[in-house]
């Protein structure tokens, strides 16, 4: 890999005689890692764990992972490991038993967001955006697949958060940056690196800070990270919030991730790649002392209704725990979404631009009542409510391919599992099934 001549030079003078091994790492392979989802059933053993990450594993090589349902059916998330690290920086400033409103505001594909949404109790609030729509639309897949209901997709500009004051317990910047941290894994990353991206990361970053500020609750916390070791982006974004917005950076125990490099003047933490085991990375916690706190005003005309009561009964039958949710008529489709958070809802779809709001149980078809994918692969499905159709590897991918499969079992709707975990439904269709799996999603690799 050709590395910026600057580049060499800037890690010369910031990491002295560690300079030769940081080098020396870039060329060795990146770590493989995964996030196991704790809400399905996927327990993998013999695996190196992430050490600051409870469901965090590494793999011994990169597998193929289009051809695992298990991936599939968001039963893990590949990410990599020392990003792994927003576990700590968030149970370490705040009480996650507690509920709590958090916004992830640059959160597509979707690993920081899948991470808090394990993290955080059931009783909280995950508000999950991307600026760019079609990576909102990723980010909704990957939360779909993961399957939490108190979940809301936006696709807005962090200015548009503005007209939420006070709003979020935690807001977490995953901020784009020049991607220095990324080098040895995308080599194109280093092409495209110059000082002059670097200063105009650095001025963005602040502009997104800045703008989301107010919509954070005095107390609250916002996580600020990056994947680059730039100065201009970490540590000196980092003491224009402390002078500028009045922000606190806080100090985190870090006395048992040894390998982690904390920044000098400020508490903030590094991962480079010849000290732990990950990709470079860069993270700070920082706390608002004063600000406006959230009125909620006037509640204005609801821009979604709820369903008959006669709907409510039929699809609770499919629900887990059925009178936590509320749910709501959108077009077609019957929403379920966490009923101590309805007014939030209803504030935000005035606010903001919604991508997908809790979990879609059903599509109302000629008055029939026909199960979403979405309620397949979440965690508020009664699985007892249906029969499972258990598949082998291969049928499981040709399931996932859209094609048509042969199930054993002969309700009018069948739940196909692989090992155990839900990947989708099955209607059945005169003598034959049809495959429900979503299209945009389905396998398009050739498999032999
Ligand atoms: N948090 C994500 C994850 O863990 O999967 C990765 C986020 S990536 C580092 C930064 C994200 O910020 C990208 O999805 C990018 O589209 C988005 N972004 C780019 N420009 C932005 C801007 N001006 N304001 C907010 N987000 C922006």
Redesign the pocket.
Known sequence: MKLPESFIKRIHTDLGTEAGSFLASLETESPVSIRVNPAKNFNPEGLDRVVWCENGFYLPERPLFTLDPLLHAGAYYV?EAS?MFLEQALKQSVDVNQPLKVL??????????T?LASLLSEESLLVSN???RP?AKILAENLTKWGNPNVIVTNN??TDFQRLPGFFDVV?V????SGEGLFRKDHSAADEWSEENVNLCAA?QK??VADVWDALKPGGILIYS??TYNRHEDEENLQWMVQEMGAEALELDISAFRDIAPAQELPGYHFYPHKTRGEGFFIAVLKKDVGQEYRSGKPKKPALAKVSTTIQKEVSLWVENPVRFDYWAFQEQVLAFPARWSGELLALIDKLSIVQAGTEVCEIKAKNLIPSHALAVSSILKKAAFSIEELDLKTALTYLKKEEIKPVGTDQYLLAAYRQTPLGFLKRAGNRYNNLYPKEWRIRMDIK
Do not use: F, M, Y
Not at 104 to 113: E, F, I, Q, Y
Not at 174 to 177: F, V
């Open positions: 990410q990003s992830d505001l640059c959160a597509a594909p979707g690993g920081k967001s991470h991307e600026v760019i990576r500009d962090p977490v995953d901020a784009p940056c963005r502009r997104i990056t994947c």
